[in-house]
T-cell receptor, first 114, second 117 residues
Framework: GESVGLHLPTLSVQEGDNSIINCAYS??????FIWYKQESGKGPQFIID?????DKRQGQRVTVLLNKTVKHLSLQIAATQPGDSAVYFC?????????????FGRGTQLTVWP | ETGVTQTPRHLVMGMTNKKSLKCEQH?????MYWYKQSAKKPLELMFV???????ENNSVPSRFSPECPNSSHLFLHLHTLQPEDSALYLC????????????????FGNGTRLTVT
């Protein structure tokens, strides 16, 4: 089966600092990766995605890095704000997955202190 | 507003009840999903409806029964549930191309918090 995991279950940062959330995957056939943010009482919210033909992709204050050699994915949040406090999930997909099945990690709880 | 609306937001039911969860997507997507989110576990895919085809996770008990009357609406019918079925049930949609993996990210609703007593 698929295995998507996170190195740390919790991360605490000071407001204004940069945050880095890591994710490891085991399926070398994975070709599409997504980061989600889930706030309390809400469903997962799409943040950014990246395909396996890229190493880096940037969004607004967020950057995703993909290292296919070591099967590692990271999400970098610049100038972290209290509103960034949430659980962050990585998810992966591959073309062999049945009808676009996504495999999720367990999540990292990010807490931002003022 | 996420574009995916789930009702009810909260549901408490006894083990002998029958209830249904409803999901509607306003994004024009062609695939809809039910996921289960339990504490300290990864999100678990239950069912997928895509391009008029249904795919099930074989580990989902038969007391969960999905229905997808069209590409915008999805239901999850519940009957004789167990306390361990208490969880957050999330609906999602995506635009899925034919014959390949995921074409775009899943968009989730805010879920139905189900408690089975």
């Amino acid at each position: 089966g698929e295995s998507v995991g996170l190195h740390l279950p919790t991360l605490s940062v000071q407001e204004g600092d940069n945050s880095i959330i890591n994710c490891a995957y085991s399926n070398s056939a994975s070709d599409y990766f997504i980061w989600y943010k889930q706030e309390s009482g809400k469903g997962p919210q799409f943040i950014i995605d990246i395909r396996s033909n890229m190493d880096k992709r940037q969004g607004q204050r967020v950057t995703v890095l993909l290292n296919k050699t070591v099967k590692h994915l990271s999400l970098q949040i610049a100038a972290t704000q209290p509103g960034d406090s949430a659980v962050y999930f990585c998810a992966e997909n591959n073309r062999g997955s049945t009808l676009g099945r996504l495999y999720f990690g367990r999540g990292t709880q990010l807490t931002v202190w003022p | 507003e996420t574009g995916v609306t789930q009702t009810p937001r909260h549901l408490v039911m006894g083990m002998t009840n029958k209830k249904s969860l409803k999901c509607e997507q306003h994004l024009g997507h062609n695939a809809m999903y039910w996921y289960k989110q339990s504490a300290k576990k990864p999100l678990e895919l239950m069912f997928v409806y895509s391009l008029e085809e249904r795919v099930e996770n074989n580990s989902v008990p038969s007391r969960f029964s999905p229905e997808c009357p069209n590409s915008s609406h999805l239901f999850l019918h519940l009957h004789t549930l167990q306390p361990e079925d208490s969880a957050l049930y999330l609906c999602a949609s995506s635009q899925t191309p034919r014959g390949s993996g995921l074409g775009s990210p899943l968009h989730f609703g805010n879920g139905t918090r189900l408690t089975v007593t």
